[in-house]
Every structure is written in C-alpha cells, then in structure tokens.
C-alpha cells in the first residue's frame, strides 16, 4: 500500500512521530520518503488540466501506453493511480479482472482545439488497440493567477 500525505515542512517531523508512536500501525511497517520541490526558478504555472479514466481487462503495456501518449501530447503526469477490479461468478475461468488507470495530468502550454482533438484521437485508438472498455477524457482551462503585490 502506498499512501500520499501533503504536509506542511514545519509539520513533517511531528506528522512522522505520530505515526510512528502509534502502536496499532506498528505491524504496518511504515517507510517514509519525502518529495522536494526543486528551487529553480523555473516554475510555469499550468494552462489545463486533463483528467483520464480508461478502464479494460489486465494486460501488459496499458499503463505505458496511455502515459507515452500523454507525453507526446506535452502533459505532464502529475498524479497517476492503478487499480485492480475483480468481477464476474463462479469459478477462476469465470472472473474478469479489469486493470484501471486514472491519471491527472497538467499543460503549461496552451493546447488548441486541434491539440485536444488529436489527443483523443490517441486515446481512442489506444482504446481500440488494447480493447478497452472506457476512455473518459475530462478538460479544464484553468484560471490565470493573478499575483499581486504590496509594498509598505
């Protein structure tokens, strides 16, 4: 199992000691890591957000596929989760297990209305090439900040 917690860097050492007091989650055996922006300078802030659900039966290859394709296009990934889905009755012969994949993903720049069309186009052969049953893309153009400043 992993677990993604956002906390404050003033607040981490504290957010370990916790944990790791707790008795109940001592069998647990928890590992802790921890990401770092790097302080380049060179942060552009993203133009669209792109939501992708694609769900089918567990083969090889779906997750590279669908995260090569979103390259391409010029997204960035920036939270992807993968999940197994057991359906079906009887027996071992009669079960499906479907591989979902749901990735949300960032543009820092603008994609025209074509842009958008040949990702899904993409997608969509994806979905035919690994016989998947459902590619739901989501869009949102997402605000500009605005920053502002004051002086005392």
Do not use: Y
């Not at 981490?12 to 790791?20: T, Y």
């Not at 290859?61 to 009755?89: C, F, P, R, W, Y």
């Not at 209305?113 to 049953?133: A, C, F, G, Y």
């Amino acid at each position: 199992i992993t677990l993604h917690a956002a906390v404050p860097p003033e607040k981490v050492r504290d957010f370990k000691r916790i944990l790791k007091s707790d008795k109940s989650l001592k069998a647990l055996n928890l590992q802790f890591t921890h990401l770092n922006r790097r302080n380049t300078m060179d942060f552009t802030p993203p133009q669209l957000g792109v939501r992708v659900r694609a769900v089918g039966v567990d083969r090889p290859g779906m997750l590279a596929s669908i995260s090569e394709t979103l390259n391409e296009k010029g997204l960035s990934i920036e939270t992807v989760s993968t999940d197994l889905q057991l359906h079906g009755g009887h027996g071992e012969d009669k079960k499906r297990r479907d591989f979902v994949v749901e990735a949300n993903c960032v543009a820092v720049s603008p994609l025209t209305d074509k842009d958008m069309e040949s990702l899904v186009q993409d997608l969509n052969h994806i979905k035919q090439e690994l016989d998947l049953d459902v590619v739901d893309v989501r869009v949102q153009r997402l605000a500009k900040r605005r920053h502002s400043t004051s002086t005392m």
